[in-house]
């Protein structure tokens, strides 16, 4: 099964540029993930003043800014809902406390 993660860090928008020993922390974790299949990809999000959330109702859209921050995306592969919960609380011990979303991917 595959599974999409979004991640959303506790605290305020980064100022600046991630501390290097973190990314490095991180870059190890993401090549285990992905040498023993568990992680398909990953992919950090810009900060959300440069997205926008579109909604639609009927033939009305509207634009606002996106007010939940999103600091990055994984796709996973997991041989069920427990197993992605559990990559996903390996993944949050490295990135530290926020809340990570897990959807399942419909297979067509």
């Known amino acids: 099964m595959?599974?999409?993660?979004?991640?959303?860090?506790?605290?305020?928008?980064?100022?600046?540029?991630?501390?290097?020993?973190h990314?490095?922390?991180?870059?190890?974790?993401?090549?285990?993930?992905?040498?023993?299949?568990?992680?398909i990809g990953t992919e950090p999000l810009a900060a959300r003043s440069s997205g926008a959330r579109v909604k639609r109702s009927g033939a009305n859209?509207?634009?606002?800014?996106?007010?939940?921050?999103?600091a990055g995306y994984a796709f996973l592969n997991a041989a069920s809902r427990e197993e992605a919960i559990e990559q996903v609380k390996v993944f949050m011990q490295v990135a530290g406390d926020g809340v990570?979303?897990?959807?399942?991917?419909?297979?067509m």
Do not use: H, N, T
Not at 2 to 21: I, M, N
Not at 23 to 39: C, N, P, R, T, Y
Not at 100 to 107: A, D, F, L, W, Y
């Open 61 to 70: 859209y509207s634009v606002s800014e996106e007010p939940d921050r999103m």
């Open 23 to 39: 990314m490095a922390e991180m870059g190890k974790l993401v090549d285990e993930m992905m040498q023993k299949g568990s992680l």
């Open 2 to 21: 595959r599974f999409l993660a979004l991640w959303r860090p506790a605290g305020v928008e980064p100022s600046g540029p991630p501390d290097p020993a």
């Open 100 to 107: 990570c979303e897990i959807r399942q991917i419909v297979e």
